[in-house]
């Protein structure tokens, strides 16, 4: 693939994936439209393999390596979520996988990438030790490919089948809210949304400490944050990247915040009104909805709910 991906390239990922990804259902909530004023439909990658939309992108990115690249294995850096998705498509495709994480990512993320058969590298992040540094280190000694969570076009072109399908089983939308971290997820929706249906508008939503894409967004100029403390893990991104920054640019309207005690507030109607568990990350675009950070009365809008890799013992402690 060369250049930036285009809607082509999703529409040849969704190829791959069938019948190996699931087709996540769609949600709907009475209550959350009269709260939030429109008409929305949730897109649920917490019921993806592997719990969350992450599985698209690496078993897209894998799945294109020639036999030689897949002998020598595969590398990836990650909080959570892109780890366990790279382990169980390297499962799925016999590569081997190395994960470079961070000591303090969820315990339940840390046992999952294992659990499907990856070997894990901890680094101290709190010690500034660079994860993209140790995962480059690891790539060369190995020679092997080097498969980072969102600035690969393989995996962004992956990550847009979820709103292809979204979009195809419930028609035409004048909103797509996204979570967004390096942005993707983010991307990869934008292209398929503004191919499937001319004239939505397309919205990121960062947490307020992590609000870089928003600045990046507004000032047309990539802009960064170390290390933001935010309940949203997967949303720990210190900038976008060369592959996304300019996708958001070209097709996202706007991207917007919100607190920690928003994404709990979103996060608890999810649990206990619609019996979605969701995490914190993609707990994102639903509180930006529902908090109406977003004008979207009466507007028809998609919502993707992109992951459910949560730790329960912290979920309760949110709650409580």
Same mark, same amino acid.
């Given at each position: 693939m060369? $250049?930036?991906?285009?809607?082509?390239d999703v529409?040849?990922?969704?190829?791959?994936? &069938? !019948? +190996? =990804?699931? /087709?996540?259902?769609v949600?709907?909530?009475?209550?959350?439209n009269?709260?939030?004023?429109?008409?929305?439909?949730?897109?649920?990658?917490?019921?993806?393999?592997?719990?969350?939309?992450?599985f698209?992108g690496?078993?897209?990115?894998?799945?294109?390596?020639?036999?030689?690249?897949?002998?020598?294995?595969v590398v990836?850096?990650?909080?959570?979520?892109?780890?366990?998705a790279?382990?169980?498509?390297?499962?799925l495709?016999?590569?081997?996988?190395?994960?470079v994480?961070?000591?303090d990512?969820p315990?339940?993320?840390?046992?999952?990438?294992?659990g499907? $058969?990856?070997?894990v590298?901890?680094?101290?992040?709190?010690?500034?030790?660079?994860? &993209? !540094? +140790? =995962?480059? /280190?690891?790539?060369?000694e190995?020679?092997?490919?080097?498969?980072?969570?969102?600035?690969?076009?393989?995996?962004v072109a992956?990550?847009?089948t979820?709103?292809k399908?979204?979009?195809?089983?419930?028609?035409a939308?004048?909103?797509?809210?996204?979570?967004?971290?390096g942005?993707?997820?983010?991307?990869?929706?934008?292209?398929?949304?503004?191919?499937?249906s001319p004239g939505?508008?397309?919205?990121?939503?960062?947490?307020?400490?992590?609000?870089d894409?928003a600045?990046?967004?507004r000032t047309?100029?990539?802009?960064?944050?170390?290390?933001?403390?935010?309940?949203?893990?997967?949303?720990?991104?210190s900038s976008?990247?060369?592959i996304?920054f300019?996708? +958001?640019?070209q097709?996202?309207?706007?991207?917007v915040t919100?607190?920690?005690?928003?994404?709990?507030e979103?996060?608890?109607?999810?649990w206990?009104?619609?019996k979605?568990?969701?995490?914190p990350?993609?707990?994102?675009?639903?509180?930006?909805?529902?908090?109406?950070?977003?004008?979207t009365?009466?507007?028809?809008v998609?919502?993707?709910?992109?992951g459910?890799?949560?730790?329960?013992?912290?979920?309760?402690?949110?709650f409580?």
């Amino acid at each position: 693939m060369a $250049g930036l991906p285009e809607y082509a390239d999703v529409e040849a990922a969704a190829t791959r994936l &069938e !019948g +190996v =990804a699931h /087709r996540t259902p769609v949600a709907t909530s009475r209550e959350f439209n009269a709260r939030s004023g429109c008409e929305a439909y949730f897109k649920c990658e917490n019921l993806q393999r592997m719990g969350a939309f992450k599985f698209r992108g690496a078993y897209n990115a894998l799945s294109r390596l020639d036999p030689a690249a897949r002998k020598r294995g595969v590398v990836a850096f990650s909080s959570g979520n892109h780890a366990q998705a790279v382990a169980l498509a390297g499962q799925l495709l016999s590569i081997p996988a190395t994960i470079v994480m961070p000591a303090d990512a969820p315990a339940v993320k840390v046992a999952a990438t294992r659990g499907y $058969g990856a070997e894990v590298v901890l680094y101290d992040r709190e010690r500034g030790e660079d994860r &993209e !540094g +140790v =995962a480059r /280190r690891i790539t060369e000694e190995r020679n092997a490919t080097l498969i980072p969570p969102f600035d690969h076009a393989d995996v962004v072109a992956g990550q847009g089948t979820a709103t292809k399908e979204l979009i195809e089983d419930v028609g035409a939308l004048d909103y797509l809210v996204v979570p967004c971290g390096g942005a993707g997820l983010l991307s990869g929706s934008a292209i398929a949304a503004v191919h499937l249906s001319p004239g939505i508008r397309v919205i990121g939503t960062e947490p307020e400490a992590g609000d870089d894409a928003a600045r990046s967004l507004r000032t047309r100029t990539l802009q960064r944050v170390e290390n933001p403390q935010t309940l949203a893990d997967g949303a720990r991104t210190s900038s976008l990247g060369k592959i996304t920054f300019p996708l +958001v640019l070209q097709h996202v309207n706007d991207i917007v915040t919100v607190s920690d005690a928003e994404i709990v507030e979103a996060m608890r109607f999810l649990w206990e009104r619609m019996k979605l568990v969701v995490e914190p990350t993609g707990a994102l675009a639903a509180a930006a909805v529902l908090l109406r950070k977003i004008d979207t009365r009466d507007a028809r809008v998609g919502i993707l709910l992109s992951g459910g890799n949560v730790d329960l013992k912290a979920a309760a402690a949110l709650f409580a």
